[in-house]
């Protein structure tokens, strides 16, 4: 099931990059657009907490638990992030002036983008020195991990077109790149 999650996360990510990039970044003021792409975040974190469960099941020892408890953590944090920002645009709910896309249950991505980097740079790490993944999952979760943190600060400082690169190569090759080979990993097992 696992595996599947980690599918599935690749494809809504996708989803989720089409659905921002063609439809809410053109026209901000698309409100549904806006919940259908913050939904889609949501949805994924809640797959993340199965997958990273059993990608920290299979690193194995104690940074098997770590990769499983913190993995769980930012996944959590990101179903939220998604859920608040889809309701609030669902709902027009502009909260204190700051619109539905600052979460003050994730401020500016901390979990989504931040400790996801974070996730994958160790994650990255541990596969690279011979933990059970192929060596080409490491690779690109190193990389995306490095690519997440940039995400994280380019959308703190308020950096627009560091963003957009940033978050189209995490949205659309990547993210989705990172979860097929987990999916494969884990389903191979």
Known sequence: MAGLCAFA?????????V?????VRPNTANSSASAV?????????VLATFAVIAVGDKVGGSAGRWIGVVGVGWALLSAVHG???AIASAQGIDIAGMGPDLSPTDPR???????????????GALILSGAGFP?????????????????????AAGIGPLVLIAGG??????GPLQWVLIGRGLTES
């Open 9 to 17: 996360i690749a494809v809504l990510s996708i989803l989720y990059a």
């Open 19 to 23: 659905v921002y990039l063609g439809f």
């Open 37 to 45: 792409a913050n939904g889609l975040i949501g949805l994924s974190g």
């Open 83 to 85: 859920m608040f920002g």
């Open 109 to 123: 991505g901390f979990a989504t983008f931040g400790l996801a980097g974070l996730w994958s740079i160790v994650l």
């Open 135 to 155: 060596r080409s999952l490491g690779t690109i979760a190193l990389i995306n991990g490095v690519d997440l943190i940039v995400l994280f600060i380019a959308t």
């Open 169 to 174: 190569l995490a949205a659309v090759i990547l």
